[in-house]
């Protein structure tokens, strides 16, 4: 079910670029696309982690809806914020991890981040492509502030930092 509600979210993305054009109002135009934004770089993650996982030999028990592992850096308006916000996750099976490779380890961990890094970048492509300048800048800005957030963040309390002690392990 987990991968179902991953794929539709995605697909969904790709659903709210086919209806964004030039000749929109640009209030729907960013609103759309944003939708798209928020779909790809969202449901990317959990996904990605489930494949790349499979792909090394890791299995997995079951998605569930939990909070982002920023609360843990008790930044006092961010955690606050982040909080709110339920985010999917993917109970990874432990044997499994622990049978495979520090290095496959930490690029199933990593590879979640890495995805919702990239993936946005179809909205990026898109605006650049196919509508005004003005809307291509506000999008890359938005998913450029997102891969630095993404980097310092997850270095410290998420993804990249579960590779990296993976690989100290």
Known sequence: ???????????????????????????????????????????????????????????????????????????PVVSSLVRQVPVLGIKVDNASLQKISPHKRAIMFASGAVASMISPLISVVYAILHLPAWIGVFISVLTIGNIILTLVFSSKVGDFSKARKSLQA
């Open 1 to 75: 079910m987990g991968n179902l509600i991953e794929t539709a979210g995605i697909a969904f993305g790709f659903l709210f670029i086919y209806f964004t054009n030039s000749s929109l109002h640009p209030v729907l135009n960013i609103t759309l696309l944003l939708a798209a934004w928020f779909c790809f770089w969202f449901f990317s993650h959990c996904l990605t982690h489930f494949v790349v996982g499979k792909i090394l030999g890791v299995n997995f028990l079951f998605y569930f809806v939990g909070r982002s592992s920023v609360v843990k850096l008790n930044l």
